[in-house]
């Protein structure tokens, strides 16, 4: 049983998350050589339980509208395979995502108590985003855009609850990571192509089609190297950053 959750909870998937709470908190620590642990620490429980909320809930939907029993699985792409095997029952997913939305909301809501009118904006977008993102926003094809402005606030958001304040730092880094994650979720529509078509969606794939789309996805390290770049020379970001074109 436990296994199945975490399964349905794609826990490898978590590490993107992960990753940009790690960067939020490198930047204010190359600008500050200071962190607060307990505001950290509650940062990632957040985080991770907002993340996992989204997963859970996007197993539910796709389950409900039949993509995941049409897509072929692999270890990236199409679902986790835990309703469709029966392993779990889809109301326990759905309240589980529910419950995760509520822990990572309530992390957010002390940050705002705390922090203020910044966090209430990045957690207002955040909980809209996961709740409608398996059913409106990938049907209006927006998902990459909102997966890439998530990773960006992550970044922004782990640093501002240790700061109080933005900087172009953490924009900047927010951005690459954005991006990033972004791709991630445009390679894996490829897979997910003709179920994601049969069950109504509109991923970014399916509107340009698979040659358009497979020519795009240049667009996204081109866009990352060149927001390092810029950083590096406009001073925001650290020459050691060139490093990251050797990726």
Not at 33 to 47: E, K, R
Not at 182 to 196: G, M, T
């Amino acid at each position: 049983m436990l296994s199945s959750w975490f399964r349905v909870i794609r826990v490898k998937f978590l590490l993107a998350s992960v990753i940009a709470v790690c960067l939020g908190l490198a930047i204010n620590w190359w600008q500050n050589q200071t962190i607060d642990l307990v505001y950290a620490g509650l940062t990632f429980v957040g985080v991770i339980a907002l993340h996992a909320s989204v997963d859970l809930l996007n197993d539910y939907w796709d389950f409900k509208r039949g993509i995941d029993t049409k897509t072929k699985r692999t270890k990236f792409s199409g679902g986790t395979g835990v309703l469709p095997e029966g392993l779990l029952q889809p109301n326990e997913v759905y309240r589980a995502g529910l419950i995760f939305l509520i822990i990572g909301s309530s992390v957010g809501g002390y940050f705002i108590f705390e922090k203020g009118i910044t966090i209430a904006v990045i957690l207002a977008f955040a909980i809209i985003s996961i709740y409608f993102y398996s059913t409106k926003i990938v049907n209006s094809g927006l998902g990459e855009i909102f997966v890439a402005i998530k990773g960006s606030m992550i970044v922004l958001g782990t640093f501002f609850v240790q700061t109080s304040h933005i900087t172009m730092e953490p924009i900047f880094g927010g951005i690459v990571v954005g991006v990033l994650s972004s791709l991630v979720l445009f390679v894996n529509s490829f897979p997910d192509f003709d179920a994601d078509k049969a069950g109504g969606r509109k991923t970014l794939v399916i509107m340009l089609g698979k040659k358009k789309a497979s020519n795009a996805v240049w667009i996204f390290p081109i866009i990352v190297y060149g927001i390092i770049v810029s950083g590096i020379v406009l001073h925001v970001l650290p020459i050691l950053s060139l490093i990251t074109l050797f990726t």
